[in-house]
């Protein structure tokens, strides 16, 4: 089955610094999606992304499906943005594969 | 509208003992599915079912049985249960199938 990786896998930001965090997947795609564990452990779907550039406020997601990899942008941190960040990604049988996540904390 | 539910937040099992996870959506959504998530690990697949009255297995469904009761409803099963087994349940819902919608608050199982 498809493969992937997150890096890194944990980072720390001063509250207003920016991030990007990176998803390597070792195959063709049909579904990519960016998903955050709030530190309380309940799961939130960020977006929906097998190709191209989408935005929801102070996040963006990159999807560059022919060289695999995608890209999740935090602008302007804060600390409601601490959590683990999950890839997941499935080429077409229904499955997601989750990545080992990225764990990010915010720090006032 | 609930969202997803699940029941119970927290178990705690002897090992050979059986239980069952309760999963329920008020979305009308065909798909639903289970997860488990252990420590430093993504989440994993156990079983899904793409619309009622079917079931299929996923990465990781040794151990487990599920039964999609109905449209609303996808329950999971442990039949004798494992310390390895010693995980957090997510259950998850989607309108269709390899879409990841939303997810319950989860159930912290620990089997001794």
């Known amino acids: 089955g498809i493969q992937v990786e997150q890096s890194p896998p944990d980072l720390i930001l001063q509250e207003g610094a920016n991030s990007t965090l990176r998803c390597n997947f070792s195959d063709s795609v049909n579904n990519l999606q960016w998903f955050h564990q709030n530190p309380w452990g309940q799961l939130i779907n960020l977006f929906y992304?097998?190709?191209g550039t989408k935005q929801n406020g102070r996040l963006s997601a990159t999807t560059v499906a022919t060289e695999r990899y995608s890209l999740l942008y935090i602008s302007s941190s804060q600390t409601t943005d601490s959590g683990v960040y999950f890839c997941?990604?499935?080429?077409?049988?229904?499955?997601?594969?989750f990545g080992k996540g990225n764990q990010v904390v915010v720090i006032p | 509208n609930a969202g997803v539910t699940q029941t119970p937040k927290f178990q705690v099992l002897k090992t050979g003992q059986s239980m069952t996870l309760q999963c329920a959506q008020d979305?009308?959504?065909?798909?639903m599915y289970w997860y488990r998530q252990d420590p430093g690990m993504g989440l994993r697949l156990i079983y899904y079912?793409?619309?009622?009255?079917?079931?299929d297995k996923g990465e990781v469904p040794n151990g487990y049985n599920v039964s999609r009761l109905n449209k609303r409803e996808f329950s999971l099963r442990l039949e004798s249960a494992a310390p390895s087994q010693t995980s957090v349940y997510f259950c998850?819902?989607?309108?269709?199938?390899?879409?990841?919608?939303?997810f319950g608050p989860g159930t912290r199982l620990t089997v001794t």
């Open positions: 992304i097998p190709s």
């Open positions: 979305m009308n959504h065909n798909s």
């Open positions: 998850a819902s989607s309108e269709r199938t390899g879409f990841l919608g939303y």
């Open positions: 997941a990604a499935s080429d077409g049988n229904n499955r997601l594969a």
């Open positions: 079912s793409a619309s009622e009255g079917t079931t």
